[in-house]
């Protein structure tokens, strides 16, 4: 079973389009964080959440989680080729050592 | 660039035999991870190891062991591969030991059994 479910499984934008992932799981978490993935490559680390209700941007990404720290979601806002990639939610469930993360959703961003 | 630089980058091997990742942590780090990305499993964690010490294990199957060595360098032993065992293998490292704060990942090293 799959600790944390990402969603959608893919997805195809134009250009300047504004798009959304969520990461959700069945239980708490201690700890949320995002990373995006080159095809291939190694992961970059983009934010993490803490508190519930806690917001970060950078840039054109907006992350966000619930109130009840079950739920993620990841906005980018007006999305360009370079934003194209993996990006995988990340966390601690029940403040356990073991780091689990998500499906991971794919990316593809058309010019 | 992550600070995190994992060897080989590349490696075919055969079933049956026998490889050893290597992964070196950012200066200072002490935590150091492994996963296992592959296309069925999505990314997996294997075992975390802080200071010399084993501190989680995950997925990580019986043909497969890990240390870390006093210069906090890490290998991950992956022995009587099979045909399923190819992957992508990260390593990441994290200052800290009971959390994967900010971990920082390496390009990882793809391995293939023919």
């Known amino acids: 079973s799959q600790e944390l479910e990402q969603s959608p499984q893919s997805l195809i934008v134009q250009e300047g389009k504004n798009l959304t992932i969520n990461c959700t799981s069945s239980?708490?978490?201690?700890?949320l964080y995002w990373y995006k993935q080159k095809y291939g490559e190694g992961l970059i680390f983009l934010m993490m959440l803490q508190k519930g209700g806690e917001e970060k941007s950078h840039e054109k990404i907006t992350a966000k989680l619930d109130e009840k720290k079950q739920q993620s979601s990841l906005h980018i806002t007006a999305s360009q080729p370079s934003h194209a990639g993996i990006y995988l939610c990340g966390a601690d469930i029940n403040t356990g050592n073991q780091f689990y993360f998500g499906t991971g959703t794919s990316l593809t961003v058309i010019p | 660039d992550s600070g995190v630089t994992q060897t080989p980058k590349h490696l075919i091997t055969a079933t049956g035999q026998r490889v050893t990742l290597r992964c070196s942590p950012r200066?200072?780090?002490?935590?150091v991870y492994w996963y296992q990305q592959s296309l069925d499993q999505g990314l997996q964690f294997l075992i975390q190891y802080y200071n010399g010490e084993e501190r989680a294990k995950g997925n990580i199957l019986e043909r497969f062991s890990a240390q870390q060595f006093p210069d906090l360098h890490s290998e991950l032993n992956l022995s009587s591969l099979e045909l399923g065992d190819s992957a992508l293998y990260f390593c990441?490292?994290?200052?800290?030991?009971?959390?994967?704060?900010?971990?920082?990942f390496g390009q990882g090293t793809r391995l293939t059994v023919v």
């Open positions: 239980k708490t978490l201690y700890g």
């Open positions: 990441a490292s994290s200052t800290r030991g009971n959390s994967n704060t900010e971990a920082f």
């Open positions: 200066s200072g780090d002490l935590s």
